[in-house]
């Protein structure tokens, strides 16, 4: 049976990891990180789609055995407040994650250095396959409004992520350092975002999605003052997006680096 063809649990978050490369557990196995930091209470259960195993009540990290070593689609479900946050932190078995097929429904504490390392996810199809959006908004630790780092270091991660509702999230610095990301961000509604430094430092979009984002933040009323490095990505001259940036820096006081820098 192939498990693509296998109807996903709404609401559950879906990954697909290769217990096969190394990490810190062994080749028949995956390790799901929590963090111990969340400042909430973690109750959620596993599910192996092409094994059809079913493991319930975890309260802080899983570990997956499997039968055999190789690559697998798991399903973490919980309640709305059950698994409140992912937490690769460059350490555990980063290596191993694949893909996010489903971002799901429950709620985001922080996306603190979630997926920080992540160097293989999306590696198989050049992005991640999910379609949907975390929840960043009902849940989220207000302590922190925090995305710094979250996809730091994943060289091959990229999505359609411009739909995202950022929610409580404000602080954004280094969350897309050293990543693939290259979509158009101009949807996002920026208005409350404290910090953008470092955001894609190390990466860089195409012309057309920079000028995009671009277009689209500046129509909009940021916070002033802020520094946000754009990487190599370098924007149209003489046109909308160079007019864009230009409110941004004039008007709004940032501090924009970029392929023109």
């Not at 596993?46 to 059809?52: A, K």
């Not at 973490?76 to 694949?98: E, P």
């Not at 929610?167 to 208005?191: E, K, P, Q, R």
């Amino acid at each position: 049976l192939d498990p693509a063809t296998i109807p996903l649990t709404p609401n559950a978050m879906v990954i697909t990891v290769d217990s096969r490369i190394a990490g810190s557990t062994p080749s028949n196995q995956f390790r799901v990180p929590t963090s111990a930091n969340a400042g909430r209470t973690f109750l959620y259960d596993v599910h192996v789609i092409e094994t059809g195993e079913y493991y319930s009540n975890f309260t802080n990290d899983a570990t997956i055995t499997f039968t055999t070593p190789g690559v697998y689609n798991i399903e973490i479900i919980g309640t709305t407040t059950g698994f409140v946050q992912m937490y690769f932190a460059n350490s555990h078995d980063k290596n191993k994650l694949l893909d996010i097929r489903q971002w799901g429904h429950f709620h985001w504490v922080s996306l603190n250095q979630a997926f920080r390392g992540c160097i293989n996810l999306g590696i198989n199809l050049g992005t991640i396959s999910a379609t949907d959006a975390p929840n960043l908004t009902d849940g989220y630790d207000t302590r922190y409004h925090d995305a710094q780092y979250a996809f730091m270091d994943t060289p091959n991660f990229n999505g359609d992520i411009g739909h995202w509702d950022l929610g409580l999230a404000y602080v954004w610095g280094n969350t897309f350092n050293g990543s693939g990301l290259d979509t158009n961000l101009a949807a996002w509604d920026i208005s409350n975002i404290t910090n953008l430094s470092s955001f894609l430092i190390n990466g860089g979009m195409s012309t057309d999605n920079y000028d995009d984002t671009l277009i689209g933040w500046a129509a909009q009323t940021p916070n002033t003052g802020l520094e946000c490095h754009f990487g190599s990505s370098v924007n149209t001259l003489g046109g909308a997006a160079e007019a864009a940036k230009n409110v941004l820096i004039n008007t709004y006081l940032w501090t924009i680096t970029d392929g023109h820098s």
